[in-house]
Every structure is written in structure tokens, then in C-alpha cells.
T-cell receptor, first 114, second 112 residues
Framework: GQQLNQSPQSMFIQEGEDVSMNCTSSSIFNTWLWYKQDPGEGPVLLIALYKAGELTSNGRLTAQFGITRKDSFLNISASIPSDVGIYFCAGPPRYTVTASKLTFGTGTRLQVTL | DGGITQSPKYLFRKEGQNVTLSCEQNLNHDAMYWYRQDPGQGLRLIYYSQIVNDFQKGDIAEGYSVSREKKESFPLTVTSAQKNPTAFYLC???????????FGQGTRLTVV
């Protein structure tokens, strides 16, 4: 089956630093989704990308849909303590138009120190 | 408020007992999903339903059952056949017209 590899697995950063993480796939995706999960809560959708090369921002977050369609990147600028959590990438198999078969990455755990 | 509600937040059960987790949405979404999350892992799809009275097995359906009698509701039963039921269970819904899924707050099930 398809796998989504996220890196890094975890990162410790200081408040104010910028953060970069990525997600790679063994096959082509038509959509990339980025979610954030706080401890003990459900994931919250941050950004959705639908087109190769697309760059989309949501406040301090910026995500890009890789040109090869096999990867995506998420950047967080000027991190703050509430950025702590697990960030997941997700996507449906090619030619899927519903979320029925979303594949999730294993997540990047972000911890921010003061 | 519109959203997806899972209940209860925490659930404890004895080994060998069936238990049903509730998921209700008022977003008028056609599609609903159940995922399981284990510590340090991503989300794995248990069952999904794209329309009322129809549902499909996901990647790890063994030991689980679902029903979809109403558009708003998609309860998940964890049966005694599930070998390792202790986990965090997440329900999600989507409009079916795009690929986004929106999640509830999760139910943490502990079987002792």
C-alpha cells in the first residue's frame, strides 16, 4: 500500500524560530492535506493543496505541493508555544475524489521551548 | 454550533465486552469515517461510509462493526474479537465532493 514518510519525526525548537517539515510518498498524490493534532484531541485541518507547485499560506503556516507530486512541505514561521503538537500530512490515492482512503503520515512531533 | 461530536471522551471496559462509540455530525456531510490511532503512530482507517445504509471496510476492520442508519450518525462497535482494542478512536466526516476530512475530538478506549 501507499506510505507517507514524514521527517523529521520530532523536533525541539526555541520560540521564535522557523520550522520546516516534509512529507514524501512512493506514488503520486493529487491532493495534500496538512493537519495538526493537539494532545488528546482530534486533528485539525490546517492547509489543503490541490495543484502541483501550489504554495498556500494560513497565517504563519505555509505549505507547498511539490512539483513531482510525490512530496509536500510545511513551514511555520516565528514559532510560538501553542504550535506544540503533532503535524500530519495526508492524501488520497490518485483518482480518488473523496476522503475515503486518506493515507496519513506518521507525524512530526513539534516541541517549542521558551 | 456545527461540528462532529464523539462521546464519551474516555471509556473503560472489561476485556471480552463489546463497546459502542458514538459519532454524530451536523455538517450535512454524506461521508463519515472511523480511524484508530496508537501511540506514536499515524491514523489507520477502520470503516467508512459514503452514503446512508452503506459502508465499506477500511484497512483494519477486523473486530469492529458499524452502522449508518442516519446521515448524522455513524456508531462504531468494538467487539470482543478485536485483539488489541485499547487505542484512541477518531471519527471524521467529509462532504464527499472533495478530499478533506474533518475530525471529532476522539474517544480514548481502555480495555482492562
Amino acid at each position: 500500500g501507499q506510505q507517507l514518510n514524514q521527517s523529521p519525526q520530532s523536533m525541539f525548537i526555541q520560540e521564535g524560530e522557523d520550522v520546516s517539515m516534509n512529507c514524501t510518498s512512493s506514488s503520486i498524490f493529487n491532493t495534500w492535506l496538512w493537519y495538526k493534532q493537539d494532545p488528546g484531541e482530534g486533528p485539525v485541518l490546517l492547509i489543503a493543496l490541490y495543484k502541483a507547485g501550489e504554495l498556500t499560506s494560513n497565517g504563519r503556516l505555509t505549505a507547498q505541493f511539490g512539483i513531482t507530486r510525490k512530496d509536500s512541505f510545511l513551514n511555520i514561521s516565528a514559532s510560538i508555544p501553542s504550535d506544540v503538537g503533532i503535524y500530519f500530512c495526508a492524501g488520497p490515492p490518485r483518482y480518488t475524489v473523496t476522503a475515503s482512503k486518506l493515507t496519513f503520515g506518521t507525524g512530526t512531533r513539534l516541541q517549542v521551548t521558551l | 454550533d456545527g461540528g462532529i461530536t464523539q462521546s464519551p471522551k474516555y471509556l473503560f471496559r472489561k476485556e471480552g465486552q463489546n463497546v459502542t462509540l458514538s459519532c454524530e455530525q451536523n455538517l450535512n456531510h454524506d461521508a463519515m469515517y472511523w480511524y484508530r490511532q496508537d501511540p506514536g503512530q499515524g491514523l489507520r482507517l477502520i470503516y467508512y461510509s459514503q452514503i446512508v445504509n452503506d459502508f465499506q471496510k477500511g484497512d483494519i476492520a477486523e473486530g469492529y462493526s458499524v452502522s449508518r442508519e442516519k446521515k448524522e450518525s455513524f456508531p462504531l462497535t468494538v467487539t470482543s474479537a478485536q485483539k488489541n482494542p485499547t487505542a484512541f478512536y477518531l471519527c471524521a466526516s467529509g462532504s464527499g465532493l472533495n478530499t478533506e476530512a474533518f475530525f471529532g475530538q476522539g474517544t480514548r478506549l481502555t480495555v482492562v
